[in-house]
């Protein structure tokens, strides 16, 4: 796995878009839509700058098998 078992995970409660975290990526892995934080997995290498700036702890990098599973996961 190329991302070494690591996603960057959002809180959507706690984030507040303020767009913080996507002045800091070098990579350009987050875009701000309006109130939307998206995460482009290809392009983050998991350097944690995003998470060490968000005032709120909104993000948090987490082993894969720790994210919660979609529906279309759990019905494969």
Do not use: H
Request: net charge neutral; aromatic share 6%; glycine share 6%.
């Amino acid at each position: 796995m190329a991302n070494g078992g690591k996603e960057l995970s959002i809180d959507r409660f706690k984030c507040a878009a303020c767009g913080a975290c996507v002045t800091v990526c070098r990579n350009d892995a987050l875009m701000l839509w309006g109130a939307w934080l998206e995460i482009k997995e290809e392009r983050c290498n998991y350097c944690s700058a995003c998470v060490n700036i968000c005032p709120l702890g909104a993000l948090s990098i987490v082993s894969s098998s720790q994210m919660p599973q979609t529906q279309s996961q759990r019905d494969a």
